[in-house]
């Protein structure tokens, strides 16, 4: 069964911190996403990763920083949390297009709520 | 430029009642179509996808979705719902290209009535 964990549910930091969140994947996925979703905004992409220490910036990269190091694993950062990047940030990947298989659907992890205080 | 449009923020059906939800979207050519839906706090699971041949869909759950050119837009059904389907309903559009990047609706939110 396909999988897409996610390091934290909750997590409560302090304006100002630096935060990391964690993603991995179990099915050997090249793309993977951030996305964060506010009430009545949806879906908005951070940054995606196609490959190993690749990245894209998406539609609302400011104030975030992704590394992926492994395949598996891609991670998004908060330099410096503010507290409007509270919200629900929910992690995907999906395999190439080329490969023929699934297209581009992608697959959650549960999210993880962030609150900055 | 590429859109996807949920007219529909939120709906209350009665348990047992069908249920329609819209989804348009902005593109020149056919896209890859998907609904999401996403219970309370949870992250979001694949309902039904799209790519080509027979425009109606089904997918779990019960829920089937009809894909129409003409109109552009793809949506989902239920011919009766159950309490258990209350959640939020996101219709998802790719475009094409290798990176498989997803346009997501701002979602539908449902509520169900006992």
């Known amino acids: 069964d396909v999988k897409v964990t996610q390091s934290s549910r909750y997590l409560v930091k302090r304006t100002g911190e630096k935060v990391f969140l964690e993603c991995v994947q179990d099915?050997?996925?090249?793309?993977m996403f951030w996305y964060r979703q506010d009430p009545g905004l949806g879906l908005r992409l951070i940054y995606f990763?196609?490959?190993?220490?690749?990245?894209e910036k998406g539609d609302i990269p400011e104030g975030y920083s992704v590394s992926r190091e492994k395949k598996e694993r891609f991670s998004l950062i908060l330099e410096s949390a503010s507290t409007n990047q509270t919200s629900m940030y929910l992690c995907?990947?999906?395999?190439?297009?080329?490969?023929?298989?699934?297209?581009?659907?992608?697959?959650f992890g549960p999210g993880t709520r962030l609150t900055v205080l | 430029a590429q859109s996807v449009t949920q007219p529909d923020i939120h709906i209350t059906v009665s348990e047992g009642a069908s249920l329609e939800l819209r989804c348009n979207y902005s593109?020149?050519?056919?896209?890859?179509l998907f609904w999401y839906v996403q219970s309370p706090g949870q992250g979001l699971q694949l309902l039904l996808k799209?790519?080509?041949?027979?425009?109606l869909v089904q997918g779990i759950k019960g829920f089937e979705a009809e894909f129409k050119r003409s109109q552009s837009s793809f949506n989902l059904r239920k011919p009766s719902v159950h309490w258990s389907d209350a959640a939020e309903y996101f219709c998802?559009?790719?475009?094409?290209?290798?990176?498989?990047?997803?346009?997501f609706g701002k979602g539908t939110k449902l509520s169900v009535k006992p």
């Open positions: 995907a990947s999906s395999l190439w297009l080329d490969k023929g298989v699934s297209y581009n659907e992608q697959f």
């Open positions: 099915m050997d996925h090249e793309n």
């Open positions: 990763s196609y490959d190993v220490k690749m990245k």
């Open positions: 593109y020149g050519a056919t896209p890859y």
């Open positions: 799209y790519f080509s041949g027979d425009t």
């Open positions: 998802a559009v790719g475009f094409g290209g290798s990176q498989g990047n997803l346009i």
